[in-house]
């Protein structure tokens, strides 16, 4: 399966009216691309996050490889809208589409492709990264009952009130 997401839909879910400089923007992606890449290693799906550069892009499109997650950032004069229809029309098959832009929506379901809404798609990749974390949680405490075997194994006091804050955090 390949996903193709609407980048600027998806990160402001739940958002509304904010604006963010562009240092705050980019910490914002880099925190969406962390979460999709999270995700893509779990699910194994090929992800491509289109992000508009129509009012202050390049004059061509432009295209990286973050985390494992392709990113296409559309032309000058071009709206991510447009690039996602034009992807959507020439993959079509093992697509899906994700955004709550109506217009987008419409032409995806025409062209038979499957379309998740930004907010549904959201609530998934927050939960499989919850599910990460708690696993990573009982992977360590699995780890710390191992290295515990007796009391010349036993933590130092200081460290054992250090790893309970640690978990607490």
């Given at each position: 399966?390949?996903?193709?997401i609407?980048?600027?839909?998806?990160?402001?879910?739940?958002?509304?009216?904010?604006?963010?400089?562009?240092?705050?923007?980019?910490?914002?992606?880099?925190?969406?691309?962390?979460?999709?890449?999270?995700?893509?290693?779990?699910?194994?799906?090929?992800i491509?996050?289109?992000?508009?550069?129509?009012?202050?892009?390049?004059?061509?499109?432009?295209?990286?490889?973050?985390?494992?997650?392709?990113?296409?950032?559309?032309?000058?004069?071009?709206?991510?809208d447009?690039?996602?229809?034009?992807?959507?029309?020439?993959?079509?098959?093992?697509?899906?589409?994700?955004?709550?832009?109506?217009?987008?929506?419409?032409?995806?379901?025409?062209?038979?492709?499957?379309?998740?809404?930004?907010?549904?798609?959201?609530?998934?990749?927050?939960?499989?990264?919850?599910?990460?974390?708690?696993?990573?949680?009982?992977?360590?405490?699995?780890?710390?009952?191992?290295?515990?075997?007796?009391?010349?194994?036993r933590?130092?006091?200081?460290?054992?009130?250090?790893?309970?804050?640690?978990?607490?955090?």
């Open positions: 399966m390949h996903l193709i609407d980048g600027y839909n998806l990160l402001h879910v739940g958002r509304s009216m904010v604006t963010f400089n562009s240092i705050q923007l980019q910490w914002e992606r880099d925190r969406l691309i962390g979460q999709l890449s999270a995700y893509k290693k779990i699910k194994g799906w090929e491509t996050v289109v992000f508009d550069g129509w009012q202050g892009g390049w004059s061509t499109e432009k295209r990286e490889r973050v985390k494992g997650i392709e990113l296409i950032y559309s032309k000058l004069g071009e709206k991510a447009e690039v996602i229809k034009r992807m959507a029309q020439e993959i079509r098959s093992g697509v899906t589409v994700i955004t709550s832009d109506r217009d987008v929506s419409r032409y995806a379901e025409r062209m038979a492709v499957p379309v998740i809404p930004s907010d549904q798609f959201k609530e998934k990749i927050e939960r499989v990264a919850f599910k990460v974390e708690k696993e990573i949680a009982r992977d360590e405490e699995k780890e710390e009952r191992i290295k515990k075997k007796g009391p010349s194994r933590l130092s006091k200081r460290e054992r009130r250090r790893r309970e804050v640690l978990k607490k955090l």
